[in-house]
């Protein structure tokens, strides 16, 4: 068994144990999805591609919600049980460092992550109106710091590790561009205080089939014994557009640059009706997990057809696995890809 380290146990999170039915790594909650159309605050239609963490003994989370203006927006919910979730009908406000109002014009696909005693919270969000990467904090989740954003345009699917690597805080991300980016490799970054960002390194590129279009870092990485277990979306384009899947891979937990292992097929790909069907269809958009570390136990965060929240189950062991099984590395996976 992979030991998880600096891991949290989460006895009440969800679970289900496999289908007897199902032979995959990952099966799907039967409850799905756990958040649908109209959820409930009257100016939100869609709740999807959003972040949930354990605080004390229940969960809260940063919720893409996008308006029936078609506008994107973050909300803060809260959740006895990690699946029936109340959200704040009011987007989160936030401030500077000064405590001045600093709100974006927009922000979606969130990443939430929890350092020491503060909760820091990753998105897309604006420059001049196009896309990059923001990044707040939180202690209460009732006051939310935004910092200046983090890289110029255009950038997208930011993610936090969970800890600081050889004295630097460490960021993934996916250079883009103002569209829907038929494009896109995987980076990491560093900093020493959340505001000044280089040492820039490609992680991984596109490679063939499920992820030949681009690729784009998910859930916060989980550290384990094995390396850095980082689940991800990988895009093909077909005549009917984008489709994205759920893949993972093994990075060198010293150097995150570094792949030790990257498994070849997905986890988990468009197959039922909420997700191969919706505001945009076929998508499986991985973002957080919730990880038990006593079982090794996860649910998986995905956003479905861009319409609905779903979660997955699986566990560290085995996605770890399969992960070896299929493993099939590419040129620049080797941790030198320096610009």
């Known amino acids: 068994m992979a030991k998880i380290i600096n891991g949290t146990n989460i006895p009440n999170m969800p679970w289900e144990e496999r289908p007897a039915s199902c032979k995959e790594v990952v099966w799907r909650y039967t409850g799905n999805p756990i958040i649908t159309w109209n959820p409930g605050p009257k100016n939100i239609a869609r709740v999807f591609n959003s972040a949930v963490i354990p605080y004390g003994d229940e969960f809260v989370g940063v919720f ?125 970054s560093e900093s020493p205080d959340l505001k000044y960002w280089g040492k820039h390194r490609k992680v991984m590129g596109t490679t063939s089939g499920w992820e030949s279009t681009k690729i784009g870092a998910g859930p916060i990485p989980i550290e384990t014994d094995e390396g850095w277990l980082m689940i991800y979306h990988g895009v093909i384009y077909t005549c009917n557009g984008f489709v994205y899947s759920m893949g993972a891979a093994i990075l060198d937990l010293e150097n995150p640059s570094k792949v030790l292992y990257r498994g070849s097929q997905y986890l988990l790909t468009p197959e039922v009706d909420y997700e191969t069907t919706g505001f945009v269809p076929n998508v499986c958009f991985p973002v957080a997990t919730l990880c038990d570390a006593a079982t090794g136990r996860l649910a998986i965060y995905y ?9 997955a189950f699986s566990t560290v062991d085995e996605i770890i696995k399969f992960v070896k099984d299929t493993n099939k590395l590419h040129p620049g996976d080797d941790g030198i890809g320096k610009l």
């Open 303 to 311: 956003g479905a057809g861009d319409s609905h929240t779903a979660i």
């Open 64 to 188: 893409r919600a996008d308006h029936k203006d078609i506008t994107m927006h973050l909300h803060f919910g809260k959740s006895k049980d990690a699946i029936n979730w109340e959200l704040e009908p009011e987007d989160i406000k936030w401030v500077d460092e000064s405590g001045e109002p600093f709100q974006p014009t927009y922000g979606y696909d969130p990443r939430l992550v929890k350092m020491d005693d503060e909760y820091f919270i990753i998105w897309c969000t604006s420059h001049a109106e196009q896309p990059t990467i923001g990044l707040g904090k939180t202690k209460d989740f009732k006051t939310f710091t935004r910092f200046e954003n983090a890289f110029l345009p255009h950038n997208r699917n930011g993610v936090l590790f969970p800890r600081k690597i050889n004295g630097n805080y460490v960021l993934l991300s996916r250079p883009s561009d103002t569209g829907h980016t038929p494009f896109g490799d995987i980076y990491v």
